[in-house]
């Protein structure tokens, strides 16, 4: 058996969404190595122009698109023209997604909804959009991009650990109804990634020092340091390819081994 080639992506088209920069871009250039044609989406024009040029500054001819993965209409839109121009998703990539550290009772009721509908509503959309063309093409691939959070809790986090606890609940819904088509749906659950949604966290203090939650994440993260978006990579490839054919509504916890451990003894 070659077994190189089972994690080959040739001839496959992958959607990465919020794929301009941070984790979704890492994970879009390690689909490309492998072989996949890069879809992505963004908000802003301008986000989407300086994401075109990075990719190519990598050597990587993505296909950039304006669509907002809450928007129902948007998404399918966005589906039919991947499907006209590329000839369908075979590996979907739902990245997008963004975090409101709020303690609870300070929180709106409006700022939670903007939380879930982005983290969790925007992938079931996503998803949707792309179910049909995959049972048609008799395979697909779809990864939620989850989190600690998926698992743990933490002060000012309660809408993004909602959120990220039912897309591990959504990944396991959609193996369970979508096994039978050959569809795979998992999830990779990154533990603390420096891009720039974490930099509040790790920003240096006045003095220089570090910040103190970045202290408190090394020290609980039996690797001793934060992950990066290309520890991602060989993870998001895996699940991509028909490597992991049999893997299904699981969750891959890349996180250093952060879920393993209690924390250093005092
Ligand atoms: P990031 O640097 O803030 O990037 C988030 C991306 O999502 C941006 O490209 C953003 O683009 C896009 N986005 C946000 N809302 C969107 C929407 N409604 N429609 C389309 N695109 C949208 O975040 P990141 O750290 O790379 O995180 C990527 C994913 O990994 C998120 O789901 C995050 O929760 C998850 N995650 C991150 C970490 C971490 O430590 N960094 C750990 C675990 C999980 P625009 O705003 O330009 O549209
Ligand atoms: C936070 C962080 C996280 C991480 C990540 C952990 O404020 O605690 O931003 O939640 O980004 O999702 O896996």
């Known amino acids: 058996m070659d077994i190189a080639k089972k994690f080959s992506l040739e001839g496959k088209v992958a959607l990465v969404t919020g794929a301009a920069y941070g984790i979704g871009f890492a994970i879009a250039e390690a689909l490309a190595g492998a072989g996949a044609k890069i879809v992505f989406n963004c908000r802003s024009q301008k986000n989407l122009d300086q994401a075109l040029k990075d990719y190519a500054a ?6 950039g698109y304006i669509a907002d993965v809450t928007d129902e209409a948007q998404v399918a839109g966005l589906v039919e023209k991947i499907e006209a121009d590329l000839g369908g998703v075979d590996i979907l ?18 700022e939670f909804r903007q939380v879930v509908d982005i983290d969790l509503t925007g992938p079931f959309i996503c998803a949707k959009a792309v ?51 050959n569809i795979q749906c998992n ?14 966290l790790r920003q240096r203090q006045p003095d220089g020092s570090r910040h103190p939650f970045d202290q408190f994440i090394i020290a609980k993260t039996p690797a001793g340091r934060w992950g990066t978006a290309e520890d991602l990579m060989g993870p998001a490839v895996f699940l991509a390819s028909e490597a992991s054919d049999f893997v299904n509504g699981h969750i891959l916890y890349v996180d250093g ?5 209690i924390g250093k003894q005092p």
């Open 58 to 63: 990598k050597g990587i001819d993505a296909h």
């Open 93 to 110: 990539v739902n990245n997008a997604g963004i975090i409101k550290r709020i303690p609870m009772l300070e929180m709106s009721a409006e």
């Open 131 to 181: 179910i049909p063309g995959m049972i048609k093409k008799g395979h697909g691939k779809i990864i939620n991009i989850c989190s600690m959070m998926s698992e743990l809790g933490r002060e000012t986090v309660s809408a993004y650990a909602a959120a990220k606890g039912g897309l591990k609940m959504l990944t396991r819904n959609i193996c369970s109804e979508y096994g039978e088509a």
């Open 187 to 200: 999830g990779i659950g990154p533990g603390y990634i420096a891009t720039p949604q974490t930099e509040p």
């Open 257 to 261: 081994g952060i879920l393993a451990y």
